[in-house]
C-alpha cells in the first residue's frame, strides 16, 4: 500500500495508466459483439469483404447501377482492410481471434487518450488537476468497452486531443511546429471521422480571434493537405477528390430529419447523465467557468458541441469526442471557481462526498460493463454455422416485419450471398428463386434473430419454403443484451436461434 501511494505521489501517470490499461484489457478480451450497427457494419464487414473480393456494401461504382459514393470515409475502413489482410498472410483467419486482435489494438490506442489528458491538464493546472483529470479518464465506466469497439466516435479523440496540446504549446512558445502537428492531428482525426471538421472549425477560430494569420492559414493548408491524404481513395475509386465527403455533407443536409429529430438540449442531458450526477453538473459547470482562460480546450469541442445540439439527428454516440474535453476543462475550471467560492471553502466536506458518490457509482457500473458482450447471441449464432462442416448457405427468417436484423456475416469466415424473408419478400418467393436450388449458393440453415410470433413463423416458413426445419442450436442474449430488453421491451430480445432445413 506504501509503494501504491509513493507512486501516486510520485508517478501517478504510472499508476493510472496501468488501471486504464488493466480495464481496457478485460474489455479487449472479455467484450466480444458490437455496440451499434455502424461500428460492425460499416467498417468490418466492409474491409472482410474487399479481402474476400466481394463488395458487402456495394459502396464501390462498378456495384451500383446510378454509382454515387456511399458518404463514408475509406481511411480507417482502409486501416482495417490492411490489419486483417496482415492477420490472414500470418495464418489468422478465424473471426474470433481477428476480432481480440483488433480489440486490443484499440485498446491499446485508447491509452493516448488517458496520457494526453493527463499532459493537456499538467499544462493548464496544478498536479493534482491533472491526476483527477487522468484518473477519470481511465476509469470512466463507460471508456473501457467503447475504447475497443470499432467507433469513428471514439477513435477520432487521441488525435483531437494531440492537436488540442499542440495547440497549448504553441500558445508558449509560437513556433510553426505546433501548429503544422496540430493541423495534421486535426486532418487525421477529420480522415476518421468527418464531424471532426468541427473540431478543426474551432482551432481556425482561435487563430483568427487571436489574430494570428498566417499561423491560422498555416494550419488551414496542413490540415487541407492531411486530410486530403486520408482520402486519397476518392481519387483512385471516384477519380475526384473528397467525393465521399461532399457526398457525407449532402446527404445529412437532406436527410437530416429522417432519421432523428430530437430537441437541441439532448446531449446536455447525455452529457450530464453519462458522467454521473451531481459531479457532471460540476465538471460541466467548470467547463464552461475556465472557457475564457483556456479557450484552446474549450472552442473547439464547443463549436462540435453547439452543432450537434442544432442539428436535428441526434444519436448519443456522436457526441462521444467531447467527453474528454469537458473532463479536461471540467475539472481545471471547477478548481478554480472551488478556491474562489466562499461557499465550498466551508463546506469541503460536502464536495468530498459528491467524489466519494461519484467514485462509488462509477465503479459500480464500470464492474458491470466492462466485461459486457453486446449482441453477443448474434455474433455466436453466425460463428456457429461458419464451424460447421455441412454449412452452405444461410437464410434469415423476418416475416414477422418489413426489414430484418442483418447478420453479421465477417463472422462466418466465408462470403455467402445470403437470403432473408420479410412482409414482402416471403418464403415461398424465395423458394421459387433459381439461385436457392443452384448447389453453390443452396441455403440450408434458417436463422430466427428474434423470439418475436416464433411458432407462427415457423410454421409459415415450412408451409411457404416446402420444407420442414428443426432447431439446431439456441443462443442465448448477454446479460447486459437481456438486461436492455427488460428495461425496454421495444428492445429486441437477443434469442437466437438456428434451425437446419430438413432434405
Not at 35 to 53: C, I, K, N, R, W
Not at 250 to 260: A, G, L, P, V
Not at 426 to 455: C, R, W
Amino acid at each position: 500500500m506504501k509503494m501504491i501511494k509513493k507512486i501516486w505521489n510520485d508517478k501517478p501517470l504510472t499508476l493510472i495508466l496501468f488501471a486504464g490499461a488493466f480495464f481496457r484489457l478485460i474489455s479487449a478480451i472479455f467484450s466480444e459483439g458490437y455496440g451499434m450497427h455502424d461500428d460492425h457494419f460499416l467498417v468490418l464487414e466492409p474491409a472482410q469483404s474487399f479481402l474476400e473480393g466481394e463488395d458487402y456494401n456495394n459502396w464501390l461504382p462498378e456495384n451500383q447501377a446510378n454509382p454515387i459514393p456511399s458518404g463514408h470515409s475509406w481511411f480507417y475502413v482502409g486501416i482495417h482492410y490492411i490489419l486483417l489482410y496482415l492477420m490472414e498472410s500470418i495464418g489468422v483467419v478465424d473471426p474470433k481471434i481477428k476480432m481480440v486482435i483488433i480489440r486490443l489494438i484499440h485498446a491499446a490506442y485508447s491509452m493516448l487518450i488517458i496520457s494526453m489528458g493527463y499532459k493537456i491538464v499538467r499544462r493548464m493546472s496544478t498536479f493534482h488537476n491533472a491526476r483527477l483529470a487522468g484518473l477519470i479518464l481511465a476509469l470512466l465506466w463507460f471508456f473501457p468497452i467503447l475504447s475497443v469497439r470499432n467507433l469513428v466516435e471514439m477513435v477520432c479523440i487521441p488525435p483531437l486531443m494531440a492537436a488540442t496540446y499542440q495547440m497549448l504549446k504553441f500558445d508558449e512558445k509560437r513556433k510553426y511546429t505546433f501548429v503544422i502537428l496540430a493541423a495534421v492531428f486535426a486532418g487525421l482525426a477529420t480522415g476518421v471521422r468527418y464531424q471532426a471538421a468541427l473540431f478543426t472549425l474551432g482551432f481556425g477560430l482561435l487563430l483568427v480571434i487571436r489574430q494570428k494569420w498566417i499561423p491560422a492559414i498555416v494550419f488551414s493548408l496542413f490540415w487541407t493537405i492531411t486530410f486530403f491524404v486520408t482520402q486519397i481513395g476518392d481519387l483512385i475509386i471516384w477519380h475526384e477528390p473528397f467525393a465521399e465527403f461532399s457526398e457525407y455533407v449532402r446527404y445529412n443536409i437532406e436527410n437530416k430529419t429522417t432519421y432523428f429529430n430530437r430537441p437541441w438540449y439532448m446531449y446536455l442531458g447525455t452529457v450530464a447523465g453519462l458522467l454521473v450526477p451531481p459531479v457532471s453538473v460540476i465538471l460541466m459547470f467548470g467547463f464552461g467557468y475556465g472557457a475564457k482562460k483556456h479557450l484552446a480546450v474549450f472552442l473547439p469541442a464547443f463549436v462540435f458541441f453547439v452543432f450537434h445540439s442544432y442539428f436535428p439527428n441526434k444519436q448519443e454516440r456522436f457526441i462521444l469526442p467531447v467527453f474528454p474535453f469537458v473532463i479536461m476543462l471540467g475539472v481545471v475550471g471547477w478548481s478554480m471557481w472551488q478556491s474562489r467560492s466562499s461557499f465550498w471553502q466551508k463546506r469541503a466536506g460536502l464536495h468530498r462526498g459528491l467524489w466519494v458518490f461519484f467514485w462509488v457509482m462509477n465503479s459500480i457500473l464500470l464492474l458491470f460493463f466492462t466485461p459486457a458482450s453486446t449482441k453477443k447471441s448474434r455474433v455466436e449464432a453466425v460463428y456457429w454455422l461458419g464451424q460447421q462442416p455441412d454449412f452452405n448457405n444461410l437464410i434469415v427468417e423476418s416475416s414477422h416485419s418489413s426489414s430484418y436484423v442483418s447478420p453479421p456475416a465477417f463472422y462466418l469466415g466465408t462470403w455467402p450471398d445470403y437470403y432473408y424473408t420479410t412482409k414482402k419478400n416471403s418464403a415461398e418467393k424465395l423458394a421459387n428463386l433459381e439461385a436457392v436450388q443452384n448447389p453453390v449458393s443452396k441455403p440450408n440453415y434458417v436463422i430466427f434473430m428474434t423470439e418475436e410470433h416464433l411458432d407462427e413463423r415457423v410454421k409459415r416458413f415450412e408451409e411457404g419454403y416446402g420444407k420442414e426445419i428443426e432447431l439446431a442450436k439456441t443462443f442465448e442474449p448477454s446479460y447486459i443484451d437481456e438486461l436492455l430488453h427488460e428495461l425496454n421491451p421495444h428492445n429486441n430480445n437477443q434469442t437466437v436461434r438456428v434451425y437446419k432445413i430438413k432434405e
